[in-house]
């Protein structure tokens, strides 16, 4: 190998591995969202239930990246997520896949996205009631 070649790979690494690190804004960024998420999930996360039966039209939206929040007959629910699969940016459409001729969901039923690659899925790992109506400004009066 030449001088210049072996020159050329340095700095081709030294390019991945810089373009794979975090900039100490982009944690700060990251550090705020866990913040604001734990600051919701303590205002917002109610007891802990073992199912949840949504109607075949249910709501959804994702919870950061590893939750989403689903209506329940009128009711919101925050299923914790753990697996290959982001809520946050993967889900067009949610499907379960838990027991035979069942529409509920419960922990350790699957969730799988709209179009699933290559085991993009994740496991449910816990199920807790949500009080979607919580205060958003507790600073504000």
Same mark, same amino acid.
């Given at each position: 190998?030449? =001088? ?31 913040? +604001? ?6 205002? =917002? ?5 073992? =199912? ?6 249910? /709501? ?14 009128? @009711?919101?629910?925050?299923? @914790?997520?753990?697996?290959?699969? /982001?809520? /946050? ?10 027991? #035979?001729?069942?529409?509920?969901? $419960? +922990? ?15 496991? #449910?790992?816990? #199920? ?7 205060? @958003?400004? $507790? /600073?504000?009066?």
């Amino acid at each position: 190998m030449t =001088r210049q070649s072996l020159l050329f790979l340095t700095m081709l690494s030294a390019c991945i591995l810089a373009a794979c690190t975090t900039t100490p804004e982009q944690q700060a960024a990251l550090n705020q969202e866990a913040l +604001r998420l734990e600051a919701e999930i303590a205002k =917002r996360q109610g007891e802990s239930v073992n =199912r949840i039966c949504p109607l075949g039209s249910a /709501d959804w939206k994702p919870f950061g990246s590893d939750a989403l929040l689903i209506e329940a007959k009128g @009711d919101w629910y925050k299923i @914790d997520l753990i697996g290959t699969c /982001d809520p /946050d940016s993967a889900f067009g459409a949610i499907a379960n896949k838990g027991s #035979i001729g069942s529409s509920c969901i $419960e +922990r350790g039923d699957t969730i799988l996205t709209a179009l699933p690659r290559d085991h993009e899925r994740c496991t #449910i790992t816990a #199920i807790h009631q949500w009080d979607d109506t919580a205060a @958003d400004d $507790e /600073d504000g009066g």
